[in-house]
């Protein structure tokens, strides 16, 4: 429960957090922590230098933009949760912040860190998958964006190199309906399995803890875009998959568990 | 919840007052062991194995010794002269017990993942965890054994210097042709097996020690994070070899123990034989993810319980068979936690006949030990899942069933077949009280209403009604368990110069709320303020005598203790103001801090005067000594008995297998009630437990002996969000074995709630024809019960 020894640098700007990451091959951005530090406790990572991105502020923010809504990589979950502009426009995220441990990781943890991250076993990747949510990504050589549907690459990896920082997320209104099912044993866990359902104009579904990334259940969403029942379609949740086994759920119970939270969230998304 | 409640004719006694305990636990005022600031200490690391069972080939500490900050790194064979003897297990409970030496590092093997293996000093704990990393370990590998009966069949042997995985074999058979004959006569018999799945108590603070040598004259002073600071120096001496005179052992703050700081450690003793060895004080906090290997676990047995029972259902024999998992070694009490629970397997219920064997075998995992309730909830558990079980036999409800076999009223005290005697119970009382506060007809209504329905939300109602012995115990009685020690405590009341009152108790309260359940006591025998009592515990040099604190004994033994010393105290006094009113000891009335003669209040005596009068000994009865205080060492009589009903309804989602606890109910009676909001906390926080064992909570292991739930992300400790809130209720049966007439409640909701759980589960889903699952109560395995069960 004690990391390896690090330098800690905190960075005054987005441009300097990228200057010292390209300074170095294995420095990393800290910004709430609260999934690199537990790492580093078990010693499962031990990089020289901490780049503490935590405090700058021109990353904290949540922008109304007309189609859609930007965030701030810096933006606490607990400031997603709360959000009047997101409760309005794209409820399902505010909702899902809501849903993610508890009061102290919430106040915390950034929507920037979670989807850097990229764990198949968080919430909020999932949910921008399933938002067809587009990622803003700096570095030095200056800014590109990545979908959602591009950007998580395998377990903890994603489509972000040494040398870029995450800055904004930027996600669609929604205008139909939505569901979250998170189903876990106890109110502060992860979940064993997840659901998001989003629709607008088409359906889309994503899973949580489902496989290595978040993951998109491509075979429900393509039976309900075409008119197959909502209990077709959550049979199929599943379908081309191949989830993990570990304490809390053999990969035979999570095939269930899916069939079983996305007919629920279906469900509960066209009431 | 009740209301505010008063013993009758007490005034202090059965009042909720706030705990005196918590503005310093609040505030952060109290220290805990790893608060201590000691100037110059050194931090103490232990690489412990990572594997489950192998022979050590080498071990290679010199990379380590040569890290920044580095003092020392030893090995067994560096210390092997560092210590007096092997570690202790107290409880040798048959004469050819086999016990295999065990000492603080491993000598030559491992043999369980956490076992240690070297040890590092050095000056911040950061350089000593690092150091770790440098030392390198050769292992060759060998099988691990870890499932119960394949340790029963000796196939692999752990410890080749005992030659067998058995430990011990122990029997309480009374008349086994009795037993058999009622077998062969029953209307009916069940025959259950039962698992009690590994814990880890995960107590809010880790375990800690710091020793620190004194500066002059060889004494140390030992703070541990420890139930039992009495027992520690004791067995300290013994073991690293220091004269008990020079040992102080402090229990400073301890944050929860539940069992698993009721005893003696490896660190313990390393940090003072390398404080010894260094002549520098030596510190050690445990981490959370060590404490899952390197505390001891609870439970961990099978359980086979067989019952008898006649045409009506009234059960005529009970025969159980344990196989109980004692782990790598044999702790402080180990062997003994199994014998807790060996004489209640009857449970509340007249059952002539009685059969017990317990087999004890060694596996390569984490010793187990104590843990709340200790063989308790075992017993509980079996016998009242097995009336259950019983109950669908016979085809009567759970309640019918349990009414059927009762203890009469008119029983008590009770001789129990198991050789027991019970000291008073009312069980049919407790038991009508508590389904009436359920509502018992709404909820079974409701329950077949979901059915009828196709609901996929199940409704259960589990019953299980408990008793335990607590109040550990009369010391012969010990004696004929072969446990090391007595069960008497200790207690001094002194009534100072300026009528100030210290209480000392040999009692070791983390968490419990003693000084103020124990300044209650004062108190009410003395109608004097609470705020001028002090109680002082958990030091040797002010309390050198005590038996420390589990098992439920605290307030029915050293309570008893308290109430006698503060009677002698007062009797004292009462001859003290007695000489100085001239007149004779019976014709003085004593209340609210003064003696007033009897007839004539005007010609009155204070207390505090005869404190002031004890003190300057200027004018006191002839042959009177001085000073106003008086010390008791009080043995009880008898074990006391609490019991109770608790009901748990759950809710099951046949299509998940998730059950939710919807409502909790308590009937505790718990003799006299000293406080009510201590009692209430008590129940509450052992509920919880108990719940946790029913659905969360599991030390899970690999194929290759790993603890694969070895943080709080794995092990599900359930909080607050999981349970539902508590209705508490309670029934009035004074024991008559001690003189405040109380039972002890710090285990009960614990030893209860299990079985309530599981018997709620099994009712929710036995219309499908399920009997049982397994603990705990995992979403998974309810759904796979479920699944199986609706394919038939
Ligand atoms: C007890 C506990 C319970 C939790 N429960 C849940 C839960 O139920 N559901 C859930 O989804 N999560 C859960 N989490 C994780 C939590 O949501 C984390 O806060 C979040 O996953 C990471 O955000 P962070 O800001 O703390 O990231 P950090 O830990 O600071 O960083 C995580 C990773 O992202 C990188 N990074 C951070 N910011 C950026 C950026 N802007 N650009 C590029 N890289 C970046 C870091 O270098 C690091 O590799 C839990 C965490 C804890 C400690």
Redesign the pocket.
Known sequence: MFPSTFDYVRAGSVAEAISILDGSDDA???????????LMKLRL?APSTLVD??RLSE?NYIEDRGDHVAIG??TR?RDLETSAVLKHSVPILSHVAG????P???H???????I??G?G?????AAVLALDATMV?RSASGERTVPAANFFKGF?ETD?GQG????EIRVPKVSGGWAYK?F?RRA????IVGVAVVRNGSTRISLVNMGSTPLRASASENAINQGASIEEAANLASEGIDPPSDLNASAEYRRHLASVLVRRALQEASA | MTTTETTSGSKVLGQRVLRREDPKLLTGEAKFSDDLDIPGALHMAVLRSTVAHARITSIDTSAAKSRPGVVAVYTYDDLKDDWAGPMPCAWPVTADMKNPAHFPLANGKVNYVGDGVAVVLAHSKTAAVDALEAIEVGYEELDPVLDLEESLADSNVIHSEIGTNLSYTWELIPNKEAVDDAFAKAAYTVSERYIQQRLVPSAMEPRAVVVVPAPFGGDYTVYSATQVPHILKVMLALTVGVSETKLRVVAPSVGGGFGSKLNVYAEEVLALALARKLRRPVRWTEERSENAVATIHGRGQIQNIELAADADGKVTAVRVNLVADMGAYLQLVTPGIPLLGAFLYHGVYDIPNYSFTCRSVFTNKTPTDAYRGAGRPEATYAIERAMDALARKVGVSAVEIRKRNFIPTEKFPYNSAAGLVFDSGDYLTNFNKALDMMGMDELLAEKKLRIDAGSRKLLGIGISFFVEMCGLAPSRVLASLNYGAGGWEAATVRILPTSKIQVVTGTAPHGQGHETAWSMIVAEKLGVPLADIEVLHSDTAIAPYGMDTYGSRSLAVGGSAIHIATERVLDKAKAIAAHQLEVAEEDLDYAEGVFTVKGSPDRAFPLAAAALEAFTAHNLPDGMEPNLEASVSWDPPNFTFPYGSHIAVVEVDTETGKVDLVRYQAVDDCGNRVNPLIIEGQVHGGIAQGVAQALFEEASYDSAGNLISATL?DYLVPSAAELPSFELGETVTPSPTNPLGVKGIGEAGTIASTPAVMNAIVDALSHLGIENIEMPASPERVWRAISAATRK
């Open positions: 990393k951005l800290i910004a709430g922590g609260h999934s690199l530090l537990p990572a991105i935590g990353l990589a810096l979950h849903e993610v441990g508890d102290a990781v919430r915390r943890g950034t929507i920037g860190g979670s850097a991250h764990d076993a968080s919430d909020l990747p990504v903890l972000l870029e920082v995450l800055t998170k876990n502060q866990d992860w979940a | 992300a």
